[in-house]
Nanobody
Framework: QVQLVESGGGLVQAGGSLRLSCAASGRTFSGYAMGWFRQAPGKEREFVTE????????YYADSVKGRFTISRDNAENTVYLQMNSLKPEDTAVYYC?????????????????WGQGTQVTVSS
């Protein structure tokens, strides 16, 4: 079992930046691809970005490409999401997730552990 706890959400103006963190505990952090998803009010949860265990493969949703960056520190059991040039449409609850696999790019169904989410609100 892996426990995931997100932090770093908040209120920011359009054009601003936030850095989300996701701390993992429980079973070893090793061997899991990690991802970020988000859910806006009235919408389904959507994929944002993911990163393979070794960090060699990353994937981004088209809507965040060039603005968001995922990274991980395996020694600290933490994954990060740097969000720049934020837009009001980025407003959502952001969830960190751990895959059952080391590879990324296997789809949302690969993710079996989820955090409780952190709210990000971007004002116009």
């Amino acid at each position: 079992q892996v426990q995931l706890v997100e932090s770093g959400g908040g209120l920011v103006q359009a054009g601003g930046s936030l850095r989300l963190s996701c701390a993992a505990s429980g079973r070893t952090f090793s061997g899991y691809a990690m991802g970020w998803f988000r859910q806006a009010p009235g919408k389904e949860r959507e994929f944002v970005t993911e990163l393979s265990w070794g960090g060699g493969s990353t994937y981004y949703a088209d809507s965040v490409k060039g603005r968001f960056t995922i990274s991980r520190d395996n020694a600290e059991n933490t994954v990060y999401l740097q969000m720049n040039s934020l837009k009001p449409e980025d407003t959502a609850v952001y969830y960190c997730a751990a895959s059952r696999y080391a590879r990324a790019g296997l789809g949302p169904g690969a993710y079996i552990y989820w955090g409780q989410g952190t709210q990000v609100t971007v004002s116009s």
